[in-house]
């Protein structure tokens, strides 16, 4: 029978939309791009710098009451390297989107220079730990380093799918112990979030423990471990470092001893407008940047590790 207009005839309607949006993107976890320090600007694409180590002596030969001196060689600090590489992130909206309303009300382009803006830290985070170096060629990117890559003197590959044990993470603080100075031995785990799991469940409670995160730009508290070094290790663990079965990675670094630096005048990350072409509306954001390890022997990297509880 009729009922004069219901919810369910009726043609007028205008759709229910909350201007709500809940991102929950991945791109936000940047660890590196927010806390590594910032080194003085690179003036060249091969960006280099100073590293020296002198060894512990093995043994020592007292001198005889009245000898000469003994002369012998010394050395001199020699350079390490990385590469200037370039990341950028591309916007366009077309004039057309431009004029159309959105479901949150913003304006489409600075919605869109937004999350270009995250997702060009997205890549830079993703390079800074596992860039693979690159000289580049006419038509070919270079390409830089990241952490693992840097790390070439502590490195143990170990049987695909042991697990990570308390045995294991304080054989790995030794390994950084035994080949620096106490002060800078390693003092951050960077792991898959797989391994900060056995440590919260396997290994022993009155050695680990949460500290606030103030210091650094997390939401969370950060767990830390006294090894039985004496050194306190804070574990953070990342979305990009590898967690492959078999390949899994596990890097100890002193935190201090690597920092980002970007080209002079042009390396900052920035927004760059580019002319406009027909109907459309784009932009850039943009960057040239390395990283720098200062000391990579005190970091140390072991893969292999298994990717399940």
Not at 15 to 30: G, H, T, Y
Not at 118 to 132: C, D, F, H, S
Not at 265 to 284: C, F, N, S, Y
Request: net charge neutral; glycine share 6%.
């Amino acid at each position: 029978m009729p009922i004069g207009v219901s919810s369910h005839n009726a043609t007028d309607q205008l759709d229910s939309v909350l201007a709500i949006l809940k991102d929950v993107s991945p791109n936000v976890d940047n660890y590196f791009v927010s806390n590594l320090k910032v080194s003085p600007t690179a003036t060249n694409t091969l960006h280099e710098w100073p590293v020296y180590n002198t060894a512990r002596p093995t043994s020592v030969t007292m001198v005889i009451e009245g000898a000469d001196a003994t002369i012998q060689d010394l050395t001199t600090p020699s350079r390490s390297n990385n590469r200037i590489g370039i990341v950028d992130e591309v916007v366009q909206v077309t004039s057309t989107d431009m004029g159309i309303s959105t479901l949150t009300g913003e304006d489409q382009m600075s919605f869109q220079k937004r999350e270009g803006l995250q997702r060009l830290k997205a890549k830079m985070e993703w390079l800074t730990i596992n860039g693979v170096l690159a000289a580049g060629s006419s038509g070919v990117a270079a390409q830089m380093a990241g952490i693992e890559r840097c790390i070439s003197t502590l490195i143990t590959a170990r049987a695909s799918g042991t697990s990570f044990t308390e045995t294991e993470f304080n054989d790995i603080v030794q390994d950084s112990w035994d080949t620096v100075g106490a002060q800078y031995v390693g003092d951050l785990l960077l792991c898959p979030v797989v391994i900060k799991r056995r440590v919260a469940t396997g290994f022993d409670g009155n050695n680990t423990r949460n500290i606030s995160a103030a210091e650094k730009k997390l939401d969370s508290e950060i767990r830390v471990i006294d090894s039985q070094v004496g050194q306190t290790v804070k574990i953070i663990p990342h979305k990009d470092v590898r967690i492959t079965a078999g390949s899994l990675a596990v890097m100890l670094l002193r935190e201090e001893l690597y920092a980002h630096s970007f080209l002079a005048k042009e390396g900052e990350p920035k927004w760059v407008p580019l002319a406009r072409t027909g109907h459309a509306e784009k932009g850039m954001y943009q960057t040239q940047f390395t990283v720098v390890s200062h000391a990579q022997r005190a970091s140390v990297r072991r893969t292999g590790y298994s990717s399940s509880l």
